[in-house]
């Protein structure tokens, strides 16, 4: 990423001259004289910008709804778009409410994408189903896999968008503007020459040339050269009270700290181990030197577009003289501390809807709660939502810090600021000096009496990194479980006998057999407690707690069932499909299939199979001694 480079800083226009036309039915134009001036709203998320206006409604004037209205400041398109609204008062005034083609992104579709394409190729398509103009799309690389089921087109892109960011490598950070007090020209070291260093030599007589060749020459400026028998670029000048022991920053440890510890128990190979933790001996990183992508896409003067948060920065510094007024806060308000994931479905037990619920996973961040206590968010994906974990980890990154909101109101105008853009400000906000790069979040462009001022708001956070620990308990193969326990039985269930209309739970029960058919436990032949629970976590949540939690053996499952309200009956001969039976004992447990088969973990065939003798005898023609009944009626 290269340096900010600007000739010039970006000024605002003190005078301001716009043009407000409509177009009524594709044929009459109207140049308008509007009322107490031009409001442009821009908000965040692909929301449509708004532009408000009130005239005069005589003889001549014809406005409609879908009349296509253009905005011009100072001869340069700034705003298309068309009529939605209109309110009328007795005074005949015409209060006008306009949206760019972002309104019609509030249609709802619904798409199957099957990772084979980019968001950026799916926003074209998506477009073009809505006759809705493209412009300049910047290219992604992440493929999208998802549905979208009765979603509205708004959502989809702003889902899109927000995979292609957690999905993606890291790109370098903006590196930050040149000082205010800096000059255009680059210095021999690669800084910028001071404005007020030039200036003392230009004050004395030195041409602009000459002040800049004699500038290269100090110190301050020229390039550093390596001199071995002053500095080294390999290893730091040792003090006389340091140790020969060099730390992860590159120092070394001083021999007073080791001595400490050492004296307090430590061995000195401990005491080492213990000094590179802390934050005088730590490697230190450069911040935020790397980040995810973040992909914007908004309406620019009728067009579709979608850029990358580096293409947003603009050379516009904002300082204090700019300003009316401003209003500023901190917070974590907004902030938490961890995020859980949790997998819901639906399911019938007993002939009656109930949820049922997974933790798969969460996402920690430890320095943030011992600062701010535990802020718990819990993550709910749908069943189509994969790598959860991941994202969790992502959208903790950003919720585990403090929040600041700047609000800067009535600043200088400038119509290129929307959403999203990059903008340079010099502020002191009293505690504080914000010199940085910083991006807007919303913004209200105020056109009047040849003025034009705009309010900003700004959301920035702590640049300091969360340090994120992730716990993931089986996220992808529950999600899996789910999206079966989730599909309809279409027919009649295979290999049980059910009728056509066998019910949902009875999907879910087949499903479960369908997931184990065939498969192999990673406990061998001793693993049929493992096969039945990883089968009926797909119909009962109670056997699927027991498969996460790990039991593995006929006792356990039992004692664990049993806790759970379950009795431990003796068989009678009957089973419901599902259900649990026992065999010698505690010896072996497969499911029912409740047509007098079964479906478990055989030692001799060394996977699961379906055992089909009509009087639930399994293998050696054994009956099972005991049932948990877990199953459908």
Known sequence: MEEFNSQKITHAPLRVRYELLVMHDRKDMFLLDPEDGVTLDRSPDLAPAKLSFKVFKDKVLNIEEGDLVNLKVNGELVFVGYIFEKKRSKDNFIEVTAYDQCRYLKSEGYYV????????????????DLAIKVGDISPTVYKIKYIYDGKTYQDIILDMLKQTSIYSPKIPVMKP??????????????????QNDIKYLTDHGYKQEDALAELAKSPKYKVKTWDATKDSTMKPIKKDTDSDKMAPSGSYYEKNDIKYLTDHGYTEDAAIAELAKSDKYKKKDDEMKERKPVFLAYDDKGLLVVKELNDMVTDILIDSTQVGDYEYTSSIENTFTQVLVVREANATENGKQTKQFWRTGAA????????????????????????????????????????????????????????????????????????????????????????????????????????????????????????????????????????????????????????I?????????????????????????????????????????????????????????????????????????????????????????????????????????????????????
């Open 177 to 194: 503007l040149k000082k205010p007090t800096d000059s255009n020209f680059t210095a021999p070291n690669g800084t910028y020459y001071e």
């Open 364 to 515: 920690y961040a430890k320095n943030e709660t011992q600062k701010w206590g535990v802020l718990q968010k819990v993550y709910k994906p749908d069943d189509k939502k994969t790598n959860a974990i991941e994202y969790a980890k992502n959208l903790l990154d950003s919720l585990a810090r403090k929040t600041h909101t700047l609000r800067l109101k009535d600043c200088l105008g400038h119509t290129e600021i929307r959403p999203g853009s990059g903008i340079w400000l010099n502020f002191n906000i009293g505690d504080q000096i914000i010199n940085e790069l910083v991006y807007v979040q919303a913004v209200t462009h105020k056109f009047n009496n040849n003025k034009h001022v705009m309010d900003l708001d700004i959301i920035y956070f702590d640049k300091q990194q969360p340090e994120i620990t992730v716990e993931d308990r089986g996220d992808e193969e529950i999600r899996k479980r789910i999206q079966a326990m989730n599909k309809k039985s279409g027919g009649a269930s295979k290999g049980t006998g059910a009728s056509g209309n066998a019910t949902a739970t009875n999907a879910g029960v087949q499903a479960g057999f369908d997931s």
């Open 517 to 633: 058919t065939g498969t192999t436990s990673p406990y061998g032949s001793v693993g049929c407690v493992d096969r039945a629970t990883a089968g009926g976590s797909y119909y009962n949540s109670d056997l699927a707690d027991a498969y996460n939690q790990g039991i593995k053996d006929v006792p356990g499952l039992k004692t664990f069932m049993n806790g759970r309200g379950y009795a431990i009956e003796a068989f009678d001969g009957t089973a419901n499909p599902g259900d649990v039976l026992i065999y010698d004992g505690d010896e072996h447990v497969v499911l029912a299939d409740g047509m007098g088969g079964c479906v478990g973990n055989s030692s001799s065939q060394g996977s699961v199979i379906h055992y089909s003798d009509a009087s639930y005898a399994y293998g050696n023609g054994v009956l099972p001694t005991h049932i948990i009944r877990t199953g459908v009626k």
């Open 113 to 128: 994408f099957k990772g084979e394409k980019t968001a950026s190729e799916l926003v074209k398509a998506l477009a073009e």
